[in-house]
Each structure stands twice: as structure tokens, then as C-alpha cells.
């Protein structure tokens, strides 16, 4: 096991590359189950979870092949295995979208039940239920959600829950949707770009889905889907990730492949604590010269402020002039690093699903833990601008989800290392 050994305290300037989407590459990863052929995906991230994502389809049975730059190979060989088994899904959640494109390509799906993780629950009961009202038959079997249908049908599906959309959800139940029997309309859909890109993938492969980016959705069945070449949209929370640590250094970043446009609830927020966000010809540039100002932020589905980069705000907050209040909305329990950055002199109050910020002068280093991906993000931001050295273990957490983000933050001047544990 790997941890990374920061020296904090310099200012952050310079030019990063995001890489391209992990949560729209996933879905899409498993959306190449739907279709005859080869498919092309290209700008997939080098991460942990992509790799297991390939693992999970050579079981299902296709031939995935990483070649050089982001580009991945993926075609279907052999469909007779359809078992998608708890040790895979266990390590990574979003194997669940394989099961709305088993079920509606094969007829039949196995997909052992995820349970929760250190973010807190995470049901799928809104996707059993958008599957059923198309005419799936599901069972639970050993821990196993067991779907079948002979040709699943158009329905009209609400898929709001109690927290709002669901992302993998609307991913499961549009990609069943393609290759259903008549029209499919779902309402309450989740508005992410990484849906809409997951829907460019299989328009271009030959499906039908309008709607995608809002609420509404409606998916005319077809007959087949073939194999296509697609580029994956760049990473929104990387972006934030880079722009955040940015604002925490004091510095100016420059970051190329990123859509503004996906990301305006938190340029706005950003700008509201006093950061400057720019545009310039395709490239962003972050920058910040002052005390930040302290905010009030709730996370919402797109296109509110992300729950995957409450932390990170958590911690650029912790530097601000003044109290903030940081509600969690989408899953309340996502508050790990708090304990992590009271360690290193942060000032945090939890009052239910809302972090009391209140800003110090600056933040210590200290040996941490990581816990789950964002928050291990927000101490390594943390952990590049406090005094003195700070050691963050368990990095395989941030390892499923930044590519080479100590390769990233060296080239901005940040001092962070990656060491064997043993050392
Ligand atoms: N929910 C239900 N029932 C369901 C599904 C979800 O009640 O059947 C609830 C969840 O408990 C949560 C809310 O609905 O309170 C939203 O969850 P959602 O289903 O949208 O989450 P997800 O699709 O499982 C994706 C991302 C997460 C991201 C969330 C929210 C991927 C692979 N994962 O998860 O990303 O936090 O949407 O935006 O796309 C991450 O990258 O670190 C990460 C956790």
C-alpha cells in the first residue's frame, strides 16, 4: 500500500491537463455490453476503478483492451456469462450499471447487491423499480439481484427519490430502455453531463434518447446497437479539484480539457469567495491573491454544487475569513474528512448533515487517513498548503478516481511524494 508525503505551504501555479470523465466513462464502459461490435472510448482515465470496470466486463465476456492515450477497445465475445459477482461489485459501486444492458441485451442478469459504503447508504431500489415497470421479473437470491425479461417494454417511469435523482439509476433504466420495445419515458432523470454523454454514446451507436441533460427523458426503442468510436467529456470534479487547491495556495492554474459550462455552480461559488474564475480560449485559469470569504453551500443534483466536491470545499473553507455552513444534501453522512482536517488544526462543527466551518489562519500537517475518494482528495489539497510535512495512508482510495494527481500537483510546484508504506 502506497502513502503520499506532502511538505505544505507553497503557492500552486502552472498549467494541468484534466483527464477525462470517471463517472461518464464507467456507464459507458458497461453501455458497450448493449451493442455488436467494436467500440472505441477514448479519454478513459487511468484509474483504479476503470481497470476493475474492464475486469467486470471480461467476466460478462467481452474483450477489453487498453491501448496508448486513453484509448479503450471493448467488444462483446461471448454472452453467456452474466454474473456480475459481489467480490467486483463490492470494490466498486457503479458495477451496478451493468445491469440495465445485461438485462435488455441478454434477458437475463445476476448482479450481486451492492450494500453501502463510507459515504453512507446507497440503495437501488429506484433502479429495481424503473426495470420492473418495463417488465422485469427480479428476485433476490444469495445476495444477488436476479433480473430477467424476454424483450422488456416501454413504460412511462418516475425516478425521483428521496434525495432527488439518481445518477446510475437514469444510467441503468436508459440503457434497458434502448433496446426495449417501444417508448420509454422517464421522468425526474438526472440532469449530469456524464448522462447526457453516456446518451451521446448510444445515440451515436444507434439508439434513440431525447432529453438527455434534463428531467425528462423519452428513449424509442431499436432493434440493435452497433460498436462506435467516442470521446469521453472531461472530468468536472477533477477540474474542481484543481481549482480549489488553486484558491487554497494562493496561486494561479490554468487547466485545459475542461467544460466550464459543466461546472458554473462552482465557478459561482468560487467567484462568491472571492476567487477568480476566467475563462480564456477553451482553458480556465483560477487564481486567488486575498483571504477567502466564507459561504453557505448546499449540495444538490446537477446542476447544484456536486456532493463530490463538498469535501474539497470543506477544505479550501477552513481558510476562509469567517464561519461557514456546508449542508450535505445528496448523501448526509459524507463527512469523513472532517475528522481527518481537525487534525490538522481545522475548525469543523458537524450539526446533523451540516459542517459549521470556521476558518483559521492555517492549517498543520499531520500523519491522516484516507477514507473514501473525495475526502482523501480534500487532505491532499489540505495537506499541500498546511505547514510542515503531512502523511496521508490508504491512497489507493484516491488512486480510484485522480489520475496521477501527485504527478499533476508536482507540476504545479507542489511538494508530494508517493511512498510503500513499509518506508
Ligand atoms: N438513491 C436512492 N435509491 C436509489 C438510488 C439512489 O434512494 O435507488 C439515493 C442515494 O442514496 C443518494 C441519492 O439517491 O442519496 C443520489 O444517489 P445516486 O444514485 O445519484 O448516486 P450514484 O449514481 O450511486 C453517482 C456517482 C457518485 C456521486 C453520485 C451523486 C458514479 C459512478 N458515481 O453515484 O460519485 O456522488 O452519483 O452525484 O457516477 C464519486 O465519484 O466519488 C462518487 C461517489
Request: proline share 4%.
Amino acid at each position: 500500500m502506497d502513502k503520499f508525503v506532502i511538505k505544505g505551504g507553497g503557492r500552486l501555479t502552472g498549467q494541468v491537463l484534466i483527464s477525462g470523465a470517471k463517472n461518464a466513462a464507467l456507464p459507458i464502459m458497461a453501455a458497450a455490453l448493449l451493442t455488436e461490435g467494436k467500440s472505441t472510448i477514448l479519454g478513459v482515465p487511468d484509474l483504479a476503478d476503470i481497470r476493475a470496470m474492464g475486469e467486470l466486463l471480461g467476466d460478462l465476456g467481452a474483450a477489453v483492451t487498453p491501448r496508448d492515450d486513453g484509448r479503450l477497445e471493448i467488444s462483446v465475445e461471448d454472452e453467456t456469462h452474466s454474473h456480475a459477482r459481489y467480490d467486483r461489485v463490492r470494490k466498486m459501486r457503479a458495477s451496478i450499471c451493468v445491469l440495465g444492458a445485461l438485462l435488455s441485451k441478454r434477458g437475463k442478469a445476476r448482479v450481486a447487491m451492492p450494500g453501502g459504503c463510507a459515504i453512507g447508504s446507497r440503495p437501488v431500489n429506484l433502479h429495481l423499480r424503473g426495470l420492473r415497470a418495463m417488465g422485469a421479473e427480479i428476485e433476490l437470491d444469495g445476495g444477488d439481484i436476479v433480473a430477467t425479461a424476454k424483450r422488456l417494454k416501454g413504460a412511462e417511469i418516475f425516478l425521483g427519490g428521496p434525495f432527488g435523482s439518481t445518477v446510475l439509476g437514469t444510467a441503468n433504466v436508459m440503457m434497458a430502455a434502448t433496446l426495449a420495445k417501444g417508448t420509454t419515458v422517464i421522468e425526474s432523470a438526472a440532469c449530469e453531463p456524464e448522462i447526457a454523454d453516456l446518451a451521446n454514446y448510444l445515440n451515436a451507436a444507434g439508439a434513440r434518447i431525447s432529453g438527455a441533460g434534463t428531467p425528462h427523458l423519452i428513449v424509442d426503442g431499436v432493434d440493435s446497437l452497433r460498436g462506435i468510436e467516442h470521446r469521453i467529456i472531461p472530468d468536472r470534479i477533477e477540474a474542481g479539484t484543481f481549482m480549489i487547491v488553486a484558491a487554497m495556495s494562493n496561486g494561479e492554474v490554468t487547466l485545459s480539457n475542461v467544460r466550464l459550462d459543466h461546472m458554473l455552480a462552482v465557478a459561482d461559488k468560487l467567484r462568491q469567495i472571492g476567487v477568480t474564475v476566467d475563462s480564456d480560449n477553451g482553458k480556465v485559469v483560477v487564481s486567488s491573491a486575498r483571504r477567502l470569504e466564507p459561504t453557505d453551500m448546499t449540495t444538490q443534483p446537477y446542476p447544484g454544487f456536486p456532493t463530490d466536491l463538498q469535501a474539497q470545499l470543506v477544505a479550501l473553507l477552513t481558510l476562509a475569513d469567517g464561519n461557514s455552513a456546508i449542508t450535505e444534501k445528496i448523501f448526509p453522512d459524507r463527512f469523513m474528512h472532517v475528522a481527518e482536517l481537525l487534525r490538522m488544526g481545522a475548525d469543523i462543527r458537524k450539526e446533523g448533515p451540516t459542517a459549521i466551518v470556521t476558518g483559521v489562519k492555517r492549517l498543520v500537517g499531520a500523519p491522516v487517513m484516507a477514507s473514501d475518494l473525495r475526502a482523501s482528495a480534500a487532505l491532499v489539497l489540505a495537506g499541500c498548503i498546511a505547514r510542515g510535512s503531512t502523511t496521508i495512508s490508504r491512497v489507493y482510495h484516491i488512486d480510484r478516481g485522480y489520475e496521477h494527481i501527485e504527478v499533476k500537483l508536482r507540476s504545479l510546484g507542489a511538494d508530494i511524494q508517493r511512498v510503500s508504506e513499509d518506508d
